[in-house]
């Protein structure tokens, strides 16, 4: 069964950067691809970006473009987000979610979710 926590949230300021990571567990990670999606309160879960099998192929959301870098390391059986510039908008609930597709959203094509983080970021 796959198992996938994230750390790393936080309270940030607008500008500054975090790296939110996303921990695999369960059979082998480089079967699956893996997704970045947020909920902002009052609002509904949205996708933000993801990466193929092998890290060779990303997509993000235009509103992060430039500012987001998705990676991973399937030695590690992780993910990671690195968010640059963040802006107040940014505010969310973080889930990793993983599927053995490899899609750019919506979260129904994500079969295995994690709990979240919080990033708060104030303006």
């Known amino acids: 069964q796959v198992q996938l926590v994230e750390s790393g949230g936080g309270l940030v300021q607008e500008g500054d950067s975090l790296t939110i990571s996303c921990a695999f567990s369960g059979p082998t990670f480089s079967d699956y691809a893996v997704g970045w999606f947020r909920r902002a309160p009052g609002k509904e879960r949205k996708y933000v970006a993801s990466?193929?099998?092998?890290?060779?192929?990303?997509f993000y959301t235009d509103s992060v473009k430039g500012r987001f870098t998705i990676s991973r390391d399937n030695a590690k059986n992780t993910v990671t987000l690195v968010m640059n510039n963040l802006k107040s908008e940014d505010t969310a609930v973080y889930y990793c979610?993983?599927?053995?597709?490899?899609?750019?959203?919506?979260?129904?094509?994500?079969?295995?979710w994690g709990q979240g983080t919080q990033v708060t970021v104030s303006s």
């Open positions: 979610a993983a599927d053995r597709r490899y899609s750019s959203g919506p979260d129904t094509l994500f079969r295995f």
């Open positions: 990466i193929n099998w092998t890290g060779t192929s990303t």
